[in-house]
């Protein structure tokens, strides 16, 4: 039957094209499975409209996020009386236009949380890879730094260290990674400790492969579908801890706009002008719940095992 | 038993394989209990002390039922299990004190074929990385992986148009040949074959076995033949060794084992293979009762004492393990009864 199967020689083809086909292939594939979940879709056009957002402020942000104007104070949104379409979203309690503060403050939310699960993705993988291809004592130890992690509520860490470290950007991330990467460590470390008793490893060894390339290579790309996952659903929960760090003045320092510190802010007149924090926490709800309908899709497109 | 390693150095006779007193023991782990009650660590006995010889271009079938080591004892010649005890001489070369990166050196000569065309081949990895794995770890130039991997499909039967292909794109024989063009790649001179066709169609064993033989014919290759499938193991082998419970029972030619099994197990099995054409010949059957019993511990003397049927065995054999002696010829049998040495 093999033997028989026709010759079809694609002369010209290079192989730059031929990775790409082979891409594109893979990818409508998967195009086609995740379509089929109608709220995945929705959740990633919500995505894909906050990172517009973030990316598009300066153009399509109406007003300077932190032009404070004492003579428009406390303006309600266009739907109310008073309210006028100069500010469709109302005005702060500075006289600052809120609907271009929470487009500015996609930004601050969006970068935390790529570049919090970047580097929290890089470290725990290699962790992960590292624990579940060795195992024995380098195994143990990983997993008990894990569990010491574990043992902290994430918010009071972060709040710790960040107390220790000062607030800020740059301090927040670190606060964040330093307990973020236990989650990708756990999922790769479970997922290598089932490859790689696959025969396809053993395969790899029998004809000399080395550590490096087993882990790297053949391991790695049979649980990447399961990283993307869960990469994508933890920066939901990011997003929730630098809204939660920024709130409480922590995280995102004034004047730079973020969705938390404007929930703060608007706490305090809250029976006067609820719109002040209503409209930033709805952002942060639209957003995380986009990002995970999105995770779940993913979830679902790339790897049904994992849909418990 | 012919064993003079200086008579070694490039005789003809030499074997490609020498395996002396091989021995690979699994820990079973002590927990705290066992620690506490003062136990040590118990291990299984997956080869417990065989003896073997692989000669150039031949193939030597090695047959049992699951579990009794054949596998293990396949993994550990090829050192991808570092064995406890014993000796592994490839071409006169001892490898059980290799470093890893003469191992790797070595590899070049001796491959794998696996029993699991699914499982075997990765499914992240297109053909040419699967098969082209082998020569990128030689060396090979990446340059010339895609042309000498084309030749290598073309060799086994599978179009070389599909290079850049995913192992899901196949089918189990398709696969089965892609898993032999990534062992021969290297052109090696012995190749391990675990069960290379029990997990085809049976249609599609033997056009796989016929690729095997004419591979074996144009590039001179020693196999050694893992199966549990005796009438598999007939027709590819040229010499036969049964393996129970971790050791090497009888050791024989293929016409010769078949024809005068000796051994009481080797016996056993023979009988139970089904004949076609046999009618009206009345063909004894032998029935063994009762399970091995576990490579954990095993008995002292001959593991095959709690399932021997004959009417000769004694407190001997309970007691000592027998020896592999050759009776006639060529033909080796691990048993006091047939060995005269009650």
Redesign the interface.
Known sequence: ???A??????PGVTGGR?AWR?GLASLLDFWRRFRKNRLAVVGGAVVLLVIAMGVLAPWIAPHDPTQADFFRRFRPPVWMEGGSWEHPLGTDQLGRDILSRIIWGARASLTVGAIVILIATTVGVSMGLISGYYGGRVDAFIQRVVDVLLSFPYLVLAIGLMAVMGPGFSNMVLALVYKEWVTPCRVVRGEVLAAKR???V?????????DA?IMW??IL??VLSSVIVVATLRVAWVILMEASLSFLGLGVQPPTPAWGSMVAAGREYIFQAWWLGTFPGLAILVTVLGINLLGEGLRDALDPRLGE | MRWTPMAAAGAPPEPLVQVRGLKQYFPLGSTWVDRLLGRGSRWVHAVDGVDLDIHHRETLGLVGESGCGKSTLA?TI?R?YEPTAGSIKFAGRELTTLSQME??QM??EM??I???PF????????VEQIVG??LL??GVPRADIRRRVAELLEKV??????I?RYPHQF?G??RQ?I?IA?AL??NPRFVVADEPVSALDVS?QA?ILRLLQDLQAEMGLAYLFISHDLAVISYVSDRIAVMYLGRIVELAPAETLFAEPLHPYTRALISAVPRVGSRGQVRERILLSGSPPTPIDPPKGCRFYSRCFLKEKNETCRLVAPDLKEVTPGHRVACHAVAGTL
């Open positions: 039957m093999a033997a199967m026709p010759v079809r020689q694609q031929r082979r696959q025969e396809y053993e395969a790899a060894r029998a004809v000399g492969a080395g390339h290579r053949e790309p049979n | 993994r090829l991808l191992m790797r590899r070049r491959q794998m696996f029993q699991d499982a075997s081949l990765n499914p992240r990895r297109t794995l082998p770890i030689q039967g599978l179009s070389p148009s599909h850049d089918s024989g398709q040949r898993g990534r790649a290297v599609i056009q």
